[in-house]
């Protein structure tokens, strides 16, 4: 079986891919800027008070006056899309039968030796074995702030759970926070010591992943837009920053001002010359050749032979 070529879009971010994942990372660094479009009444809140998750922050990056925003938190994020790359990785295996699979089911059951487990790591249930040891993560998650206040976002959903007939009028069974439709939450996955085919692995899961929130069978419908691509030797920018830049008065929520931003932050990075930021034309044209690329059974094949080669680097 012959290596696989970098598809041609990949060839602006070729600097910031490994060949190869290992165990040891190196400083390479892939930022995957996303609007979070949240499509109907998702409740981002905590398992435990059952509280809508909000933070006080600024209200821009140039105005300091306090506002509550609602918090879509790392770990939340992270567990469905971990999730939906465990079940993409089910069902193309299962498309071009490739069958040297084995059964991985989050959290108890990771196999240790697929993608997903490469990528998001994972600790082995038996770790009697020395090459059992433990996969450190290459995707990283961190809390998204919404661009709008929690005032601007609240609304109270009222719901009951009898049928038509019964209710009284005007009886509530129960009243609940929620996020109105359509609010956007500025978000950003980085991605350390990835390989190209991770990449795709990661884009495919991300612009597939539409069901979020603490009761996916409220609703939870979110749509992931990735609008801006920062590589370097290290991280540009936070999420929050991001969200304080957008909420500056004249900053517009487009594709092309989210790149001048980037550019901003390439000015106070450590390595600025080691900084690419995309501009509108390249993400699109990657965004393309990514959603247009075949899941085939030799791209497949290598994805999971990487990681083989990965857990024996790890085992010596
Ligand atoms: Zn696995």
Redesign the pocket.
């Given at each position: 079986m012959s290596e696989l070529e970098l598809l041609n879009n990949y060839e602006v971010l070729k600097d910031y891919f490994v060949d190869k994942p290992k165990p040891i990372f190196d400083s390479k660094t892939i930022q995957i800027i996303l609007l979070r479009e949240v499509l109907d009444f998702t409740i981002f809140r905590t398992e435990e008070s059952k509280e809508l998750n909000t933070v006080i922050t600024p209200t821009a990056i140039d105005n300091d006056d306090p506002v509550e925003r609602v918090a879509f938190l790392g770990s939340k994020q992270k567990a469905v899309e971990s999730r939906q790359l465990?079940s993409l990785?089910r069902t193309a295996t299962n498309d071009v039968e490739y069958d040297e699979v084995?059964e991985?089911y989050l959290k108890d059951y990771?196999?240790?030796?697929?993608?997903?487990?490469?990528l998001f790591g994972?600790t082995s249930a038996s770790s009697s074995n020395k090459s059992d040891s433990n996969i450190k993560h290459r995707i990283a998650y961190s809390t998204a702030y919404s661009l709008d206040s929690f005032e601007e976002l609240q609304e109270l959903i009222t719901f009951n759970g009898i049928n038509d007939k019964k209710v009284n009028t005007g009886q509530a069974l129960g009243v609940r926070k929620s996020v109105k439709p359509a609010s956007i939450f500025p978000s950003i996955i980085t991605l350390r010591s990835v390989t190209w085919k991770e990449f795709i692995w990661v884009v495919k899961s991300l612009l597939s992943a539409h069901k979020y929130g603490a009761e996916s069978r409220i609703g939870g419908n979110v749509r992931n837009n990735i609008v801006g691509i920062a590589a370097g030797w290290e991280e540009v920018i936070t999420p929050l920053e991001l969200t304080l830049e957008l909420s500056k008065e004249e900053n517009k929520v487009d594709i092309d001002n989210i790149s001048n931003i980037l550019e901003e932050y390439k000015g106070i990075a450590a390595h600025t010359n080691k900084i690419k930021i995309l501009n509108s034309e390249k993400l699109g044209n990657i965004l393309e050749e990514t959603q247009e690329f075949e899941l085939d059974k030799d791209f497949i094949e290598e994805s999971y032979k990487d990681i083989e080669a990965y857990r024996k680097e790890q085992g010596e």
């Amino acid at each position: 079986m012959s290596e696989l070529e970098l598809l041609n879009n990949y060839e602006v971010l070729k600097d910031y891919f490994v060949d190869k994942p290992k165990p040891i990372f190196d400083s390479k660094t892939i930022q995957i800027i996303l609007l979070r479009e949240v499509l109907d009444f998702t409740i981002f809140r905590t398992e435990e008070s059952k509280e809508l998750n909000t933070v006080i922050t600024p209200t821009a990056i140039d105005n300091d006056d306090p506002v509550e925003r609602v918090a879509f938190l790392g770990s939340k994020q992270k567990a469905v899309e971990s999730r939906q790359l465990a079940s993409l990785l089910r069902t193309a295996t299962n498309d071009v039968e490739y069958d040297e699979v084995e059964e991985c089911y989050l959290k108890d059951y990771l196999c240790l030796k697929c993608p997903r487990c490469g990528l998001f790591g994972g600790t082995s249930a038996s770790s009697s074995n020395k090459s059992d040891s433990n996969i450190k993560h290459r995707i990283a998650y961190s809390t998204a702030y919404s661009l709008d206040s929690f005032e601007e976002l609240q609304e109270l959903i009222t719901f009951n759970g009898i049928n038509d007939k019964k209710v009284n009028t005007g009886q509530a069974l129960g009243v609940r926070k929620s996020v109105k439709p359509a609010s956007i939450f500025p978000s950003i996955i980085t991605l350390r010591s990835v390989t190209w085919k991770e990449f795709i692995w990661v884009v495919k899961s991300l612009l597939s992943a539409h069901k979020y929130g603490a009761e996916s069978r409220i609703g939870g419908n979110v749509r992931n837009n990735i609008v801006g691509i920062a590589a370097g030797w290290e991280e540009v920018i936070t999420p929050l920053e991001l969200t304080l830049e957008l909420s500056k008065e004249e900053n517009k929520v487009d594709i092309d001002n989210i790149s001048n931003i980037l550019e901003e932050y390439k000015g106070i990075a450590a390595h600025t010359n080691k900084i690419k930021i995309l501009n509108s034309e390249k993400l699109g044209n990657i965004l393309e050749e990514t959603q247009e690329f075949e899941l085939d059974k030799d791209f497949i094949e290598e994805s999971y032979k990487d990681i083989e080669a990965y857990r024996k680097e790890q085992g010596e």
